[in-house]
């Protein structure tokens, strides 16, 4: 936008032809780093290929956690299997031996009843003697032991010991039934193991003492010797005791041995956790769990997930690997029947970028086309580059025809879009600014303008750009006076909604503002005197009383007559009379400040307004010096002439009154100065002038 014509810019000697420096189109700018953006072929490639591998992967893991559900189950059933066959062994060993020492207690029984006294140690050895003559050692247990009914025993592997407090003989002699400690140490040898009791009743069914199978865990026993089988390769098992407080009484690592367990679904000590995708990656291991009837123990088969699922992991591999080889081969082909099916497509997105740059890059494309959702697209696309193409060479045309129409104005004509930058320009902005109409295209108005002006014109810019029609001048008196008038039209979009951009139309009105300036003072002026007219003065006396009023300053109006100027015109003519009249204007004029206000009324009638007085003295002395400066003869072309003046001075101080009845008091006081002998002033109102007497 621009807010003056070629010679008032150049008048005011701001604009060259150059721009402001914080905008030097010279500048570096950063380099351009492009963004690669996959083509629609690619990206289709890409999503059907996705879509492919997110099935296929969909299928192949269900493959997988079927094929890993199968195994598990299958390995469960066999685990289970070799659990169970193994504990029955155990079982039935166990029971064997229980078997055995309950049918020795039962031949013992009239012997042990007399073991009291001092018979007593020699009747445990006796039943000693005959225990182990029945039952093989180390054949059948590592040790046998026999207990009188006080808990003092016997044994084949060392001296006596009291057993009373033991926790199995007691068990034995409360329930009378056979009993199977936890792994305990022996108070003989030292030696971890557990004991198999078996009570010795009397005829009416009293606890008269025990015998006891000793299997130490550190020799050779059939419990020992069972739980060296191993589970494939890496599996094992581990034995449970029975109880609130289980132990292990068998497990492969050493340090576990006799520690506690869970009394429930036990895992050897083993971490049971399933991993995040088991499936893929098993991680817990196959554990099979069976209670020996005859003890109450528990065996548990513990087989690790690494050689469980050894198979299924090799399995994976094989699968995975077909899967990778199936999934690249399906990528290539629907890469290559994307690439077929596009073609056309690719054709057509070629011959659209350029047409960009050329109208009749269209007629490259192929005149027959495929009948499909492509070929439509390009036969319309032809169709509109068509009409493109005969619409654009008719906007030239018509642009050039309005080019040349208003490059020949002298108004800077223009266009701005929203972001206040030239979209067109007449050739008067290069006359004013130096700079083509190509060269301005793009460029931000204050770009062309400068900050000062900028800051002027941009108010009314935002108002046309928030849609409202704007008219404003702009002067400039830097070297001589210019005025601009600036016309701001907002350009509506096609529906109305919203403003695209701004018309601009700058003209010169310097001339025609200095003849509204010189008419505006002509209606104002006396044309003889070059004082105002009473037209003029009336609202001068108005702002003077509401000036008065609003700061309660003390103001006077001053209405003059000349006397016997009537006489002067008629004895020597009007021409004497004008300028009588001018004299008379100018000494009145050197009578007052130069603020004050002097009007011509008519005819022989002056008035004067005197603002911001201190006191009504000031207005007596501007009435004093006015009479003496008319008693001076007026002296031009030869002939003098003596005339007088009447004054009437009317005060005000900011009161009720109205302009006309100050003027009206005016009036009245100069007539009352005339019928007093002329020459002379009268002053009032009393209240205000200070003394009733006139000068």
Not at 518 to 529: N, V
Not at 638 to 659: F, T
Request: overall charge neutral; charged content about 20%.
């Amino acid at each position: 936008m621009a807010t003056t014509s070629n010679d008032a810019w150049r008048a005011t000697g701001r604009f060259h032809g150059k721009v402001s420096a914080e905008q030097d189109t010279n500048a570096p700018t950063a380099p351009y780093m492009p963004v690669y953006t996959p083509t629609l072929k690619a990206r289709i490639a890409i999503i059907t290929t996705v879509l492919a591998a997110v099935f296929g992967t969909g299928i192949v893991l269900t493959a997988l956690y079927d094929a890993h559900r199968d195994l598990h189950d299958a390995l469960q059933v066999q685990q289970d299997s070799v659990v169970k066959l193994t504990a029955s062994q155990l079982d039935t060993a166990m029971s064997d031996r229980i078997v055995l020492l309950s049918h020795q207690a039962a031949q013992l029984s009239g012997l042990l009843a007399q073991a009291h006294g001092a018979q007593a140690a020699a009747v445990r050895e006796r039943a000693l003697d005959a225990l182990s003559a029945a039952i093989p050692v180390p054949a059948a247990f590592n040790a046998l032991l026999v207990a009188d009914m006080q808990g003092n025993i016997v044994s084949n592997r060392g001296s006596g010991a009291d057993i009373g407090d033991r926790s199995y003989f007691r068990e034995a002699a409360r329930s009378l039934a056979p009993v199977v400690s936890p792994p305990i140490r022996s108070r003989t040898n030292g030696q971890m193991g557990v004991m198999v009791a078996v009570p010795v009743l009397a005829p009416n069914q009293a606890f008269v003492g025990l015998v006891g199978g000793w299997l130490d865990l550190s020799s050779a026993n059939f419990l020992v010797e069972i739980l060296h089988n191993r589970l494939g390769t890496t599996g094992y098992y581990c034995l449970v005791s029975a109880g609130p407080e289980p132990v292990y009484i068998r497990h492969p690592d050493p340090a576990q041995a006799r520690q506690p367990a869970q009394a429930v679904a036990d895992t050897c000590g083993e971490d049971d956790s399933p991993a995040p995708l088991e499936f893929l990656t098993p991680a817990r291991p196959v554990i099979a769990r069976y209670l020996m009837s005859s003890t109450g123990w528990e065996l548990v088969a513990l087989l690790p997930a690494r050689e469980a699922y050894a198979p299924l992991h090799q399995m994976q591999q094989r699968f995975l690997s077909m899967a990778g080889m199936a999934m690249a081969a399906v990528a290539l082909l629907i890469w290559l029947a994307v690439r077929r099916q596009l073609a056309p497509l690719a054709r057509l997105h070629k011959v659209v970028q350029a047409s960009a740059n050329d109208l009749s890059a269209f007629e490259r494309l192929p005149t027959r086309q495929q009948r499909d959702e492509i070929g439509d697209v390009t036969r319309a696309f032809i169709k509109l580059m068509r009409d493109v193409r005969e619409r654009r060479q008719a906007l030239d045309r018509s642009e050039r025809r309005l080019r040349a129409v208003t490059d020949t104005l002298p108004s800077l004509l223009a266009f701005i879009d929203t972001d206040e930058r030239y979209v067109f320009n007449n050739q008067a902005y290069e006359r004013v600014f130096g700079l083509k109409p190509e060269e301005l295209r793009g460029r931000h108005v204050r770009e062309i303008l400068g900050e000062a002006r900028y800051a002027r014109v941009q108010p009314f810019m935002q108002r046309a750009l928030a849609g409202t029609a704007v008219t404003f001048e702009t002067e400039d008196s830097d070297l001589e006076y210019h005025c601009m008038e600036s016309s701001l039209r907002p350009e509506w979009s096609a529906d109305g909604s919203e403003v695209v951009g701004v018309h601009i139309h700058v003209q010169d009105i310097t001339q025609r503002k200095l003849e509204t300036q010189r008419l505006a003072r002509m209606s104002r002026t006396d044309h003889l005197t070059q004082l105002m007219n009473r037209s003029a003065f009336e609202g001068q006396l108005h702002a003077a009383m509401v000036r008065s009023r609003e700061h309660g300053t003390l103001m006077a109006l001053l209405y003059l007559d000349m006397d016997r100027f009537k006489a002067v015109n008629d004895i020597h003519g009007h021409a004497a009379g004008d300028q009588l009249l001018q004299t008379f204007a100018q000494r009145v004029r050197r009578c007052v400040r130069e603020r004050d206000t002097v009007a011509r009324q008519g005819g022989d009638e002056f008035a004067v307004v005197l603002e911001d007085m201190t006191r009504p003295a000031a207005a007596r002395r501007v009435a004093q010096a006015i009479l003496q400066a008319m008693d001076e003869p007026f002296d031009f072309e030869g002939v003098s002439a003596d005339v007088d003046v009447s004054i009437g001075v009317a005060l005000y101080n900011g009161g009720p009154a109205q302009d006309r009845e100050l003027m009206r008091l005016a009036d009245v006081l100069l007539y009352r100065a005339k019928g007093a002998g002329r020459g002379r002033y009268e002053i009032g109102p009393p209240e205000l002038a200070g003394e009733l007497s006139a000068q």
